[in-house]
């Protein structure tokens, strides 16, 4: 019997946290928010002490660099949970940066984790119909663009930024932590 289109993407969506969750095993809290050129955006401890992400209103261009900590924040919270809450909580646009996010990776992970759940569900309730849905209004300029094309960008998201920390691991690896670079 084939699938649905909303176990295709659940399928899909398992397969990509999978690779995600492999590829950052035992990552060290110093490659998390590892700098491998200057002027990178991460996740930085503030004068209160809470680590939160760097992301002005207006990005500059090109945007910098970004490190392991900065994208696993992109992922968990300004993808997908921002989805859930604009998208399927009718919660809207929050102030994405207010909160803070974990300065270790483990705890970055933990936090993707429980975003991922929480949009998987979204997704796991979403048929044929709900799918075809228009994002409508709260979407701004993607108004037209159906609740499937959003888990598709979740996806793309995802995959995406995915590739790139496994990049970013390998050239720290390489590097021996960055070490390498300093010295050249």
Same mark, same amino acid.
């Given at each position: ?17 999978? +690779? $995600?969750?492999?590829? $950052? ?26 680590? +939160?992400? #760097? ?16 994208? $696993?924040? /992109? ?13 399927? #909580? ?29 949009? +998987? ?9 709900? $799918? ?20 598709? /960008? ?5 995959? /995406? /930024? ?23």
């Amino acid at each position: 019997m084939a699938k649905t289109t909303t176990e295709e993407l659940l399928t899909l969506l398992d397969y990509v946290h999978e +690779r $995600l969750t492999d590829r $950052l095993e035992g990552t060290p809290d110093a490659e998390y928010l590892w700098e491998p050129v200057p002027g990178c955006w991460s996740v930085r401890r503030g004068e209160d002490g809470v680590f +939160r992400a #760097e992301k002005p209103e207006r990005e500059p261009q090109p945007t910098p660099f970004t490190t392991i900590a900065w994208r $696993l924040w /992109h992922i968990g919270v300004d993808c997908l949970s921002s989805y859930s809450d604009g998208f399927f #909580e009718s919660i809207g646009r929050r102030d994405l940066l207010a909160g803070g996010f974990p300065g270790t990776a483990a705890g970055g992970m933990a936090e993707v984790d429980k975003e991922w759940a929480r949009f +998987r569900v979204h997704v796991s309730a979403l048929d044929d119909a709900g $799918l075809a849905r228009l994002l409508g209004p709260a979407a701004g300029p993607y108004a037209e663009d159906s609740y499937h094309a959003l888990v598709l /960008h979740a996806l793309d998201e995802v995959i /995406h /930024h995915t590739a790139e920390i496994g990049v970013i691991r390998d050239l720290y690896q390489v590097s021996e932590g960055g070490k390498a670079w300093a010295q050249a």
